[in-house]
């Protein structure tokens, strides 16, 4: 792997400098990032027509095609994304804490960037834009390594960041795409420790379980969501219904979306008919145990799987359960630790709900969709950690950012 | 790894009661901890006595028989140790921050126990009782893999936490020794990502660099430090001197100890003479490049690889240099991102050091020996972060937290 070694250090040389570029001229380029995308359309779409053409020939599912497809939307999103980031406060140089020792040692702690940032990732074309505008505004470096199947799409947006870094007279190394798409490429990447700070897969559970399989670099385990609603005894119903099919049904394929729902014993009668019937309406096939399939007549049963299974798709297990203990239990066992919701009115509930309930992020009567970057106010995201080391859920910028101590000194030794 | 896999079982059911223990019953822990161990030291040196007969019958070096040992003032240092602890604020429960967004939802960032720790160490028996005490503190159950030489030691001292914690009414597996002290084991722990949050090596290279190849649990990689010291031409020599005589000699074996020195051209001719004088007085071994030669008569040559060697040792490599830059080059290049210190009373050039040296921790005008957790006000480490993921420089209670967002919705749906 000497191509990419090569690519490693030549990011290493750019992150010595751009490390210390002032906020003005980062905010600069990623504008003209934003600026020259749209002024390319034609190019990028043209590369982006061809990289279609050949996944229809490899007949590459709808799915990823949806994903692989650009459009003037979204063009317009990761443009418009490119100029959030540059609105963004600049989270580097930040003193998060200093503090005089009783010797006379002024310690203080200063956020600096992580160096070389690499993502590996599929399919998406728009991940090369947003990760290239997260890092530039964080004084990162990036090596991405896209897809096979977004080749052409991913050099076509790379080589048009790298001609605007180069216009600004800075490093075109700073944003470099990996050229060999091989697995192997993958695999030597997750050992590049000699030149990547951080790993982040963004991708399907393959993709991840490789990277935490394989990756000697330190890595971000992104996005598994077995994501709960728990509807408590003491749950308004209305605020119920309308979250479960919002959270089921608005986008049921991505892993902040419900794919398991709990229901209290007593309230079981209440709710489970209507909201059955609107589920099933909309399309979602029920699988749930024997008390649901009493209230909702068109559900199968759900097996022990069912309770582990991250669908992507619209299916939703329900079960009913006697106590918030027993649905803290049920989650804390079975959930991925993504995102976990209580629709109740008790006071109490809400509070032991989210105290005990260990996840990324815990609702109280709001809908599981909201985990995600743009929802939190990060302006963008460049994944969601379900792992509990350096960041845990929405990763914005200061998640691409660490710290290092800095001590004035008056000639201090120790004793 | 039956036996492994169970002790992770164990672990976690542990961890789900244990992280919502309150302060004041996690203090009377620690402080009942520093009781027992006082009480219990003949029967906990019987046990070291017999690691001790063992090691010497094995042939160990004095260097890990003298860690291995145990005696009145490392009992005193690990009861002190966890007595500290009990003061120390419990940074659990914590909001980190906490804000409204537009659509009413009130989101909150959390400090919460990051859950099962595993520590691998080596020979120092005294890391048992301070592992545990940090966890305690942080609402963190541990599984301790103590180093075969200290097994005996290692697991007096876990019977006597583990029989105060069922005197408390707390599951006695919030601390766990593991009792197979094979490598297989240890390996065996590096895969146990069902079980353990996190894994910290702390020992030589080899287990460091074993632990970074093998584990797919997230590590904090620990320890290495080639550390440097530049006099630049600004530089108060009185200070330059006793910084350099402290961080080489105080206590040459350890992480944060000088390895390797740099001296400004133009300062070179003033300061080598008498500094060379002391530090061979004190006998170190001096390698140096030809200017570093002419000026201390007992130095030997410097090689390439003594740029890159932590000596851990009465040995000092000594380099000089042109200008500012080229020292900061030098460090960037050579330097293990441990700790870094310029000696100088030129403003601009401090902050030029502060802000380019890319390490954990970069001082001005003060010994790099103060890198540690107990100096910069932690009350104690569980180790020295030399990533950049999760934590970086001493790790305290802080560094063994994580958080989770808390969300107080209304009914809120994502449109």
Redesign the interface.
């Known amino acids: 792997m000497n191509a990419l070694a090569e690519t490693g250090e030549r990011a290493k040389m750019a992150a ?1 400098q751009f ?2 570029l002032n906020t003005k001229r980062k905010n600069d380029i990623l504008l003209s990032f934003a600026d020259a995308l749209l002024k390319n359309t034609t190019t990028i779409l043209e590369a982006n027509n061809k990289d279609m053409k050949e996944g229809q020939e490899m007949g590459l599912s709808g799915a990823i095609m949806d994903r692989l497809m650009l459009s003037d939307d979204r063009f317009a999103s990761m443009a418009g994304g490119l100029k959030d980031i540059a609105q963004l406060e600049d989270p580097i140089g930040e003193i998060i804490e200093m ?1 005089k ?1 009783p010797n006379g ?1 002024l ?1 203080g702690k200063k956020r ?1 960037p ?2 070389v940032v690499g993502v590996i990732y599929e399919s998406r074309p728009n991940v090369t834009a947003d990760v290239s505008g997260l890092c530039i505004k964080t004084g990162n470096v990036c090596i991405l390594r896209g897809g096979k199947e977004a080749f052409n799409s991913n050099n076509a947006i790379v080589r048009i960041l790298r001609d605007v870094l180069a216009e600004q007279g800075i490093d075109r190394n700073v944003v470099q795409l990996v050229q060999d798409t091989s697995r192997e490429s993958a695999i030597a990447m997750m050992k590049l ?1 000699a030149f990547l ?2 790993l982040i897969p963004r991708g399907g559970a393959g993709l991840i379980k490789s990277v ?2 394989n990756s ?1 670099v ?4 992104t996005g598994v969501g077995n994501c709960h609603v728990f509807i408590d005894e003491s749950a ?1 119903l ?2 119920a219904v ?2 479960v ?3 089921k049904t ?1 986008r049921p394929g991505v892993c902040n979306a419900l794919e398991s729902l709990l229901v209290h014993r007593k309230i079981a009668g209440e709710v489970l008919p209507e909201l059955g019937r609107q589920l099933v309406e909309k399309g979602v096939e029920i699988r749930g145990d024997a008390a649901v399939r009493t209230y909702i007549p068109q559900a199968g049963e759900a097996t022990e799987a069912d309770w582990s299974t991250e669908y992507l798709d619209l299916i939703l297990s329900i079960r009913t359960v006697d106590s918030l203990p027993e649905a803290i239990d049920h989650i ?1 066992h079975y959930g991925s630790k993504h995102s976990e919701c209580i629709i109740t009115e008790n006071y109490s509930n809400a509070q032991e709900f ?3 309930i ?10 599981t ?3 995600d970057g743009y ?3 990060y302006g963008a995201e460049i994944g969601i950690s379900t ?4 960041a ?2 929405p990763m914005g910028l200061k998640e691409l950012t ?13 004793e």
């Open positions: 010595m490390a210390h503090k020792r040692l310690i600096v992580l160096g420790n700070d951080i935490v399989e000697t330190p890595i971000i385990e308004d209305m605020k309308k979250i099919l919002n959270a608005q804390n989210l105290e005990k260990d996840a990324a992020a815990v609702y109280v009567n709001a809908s969709r909201f985990t929802e939190f106010g792992q509990k080391l350096h845990r859920g660490t710290s290092k101590y800095i001590i004035y000194g008056n000639g201090q030794v120790r």
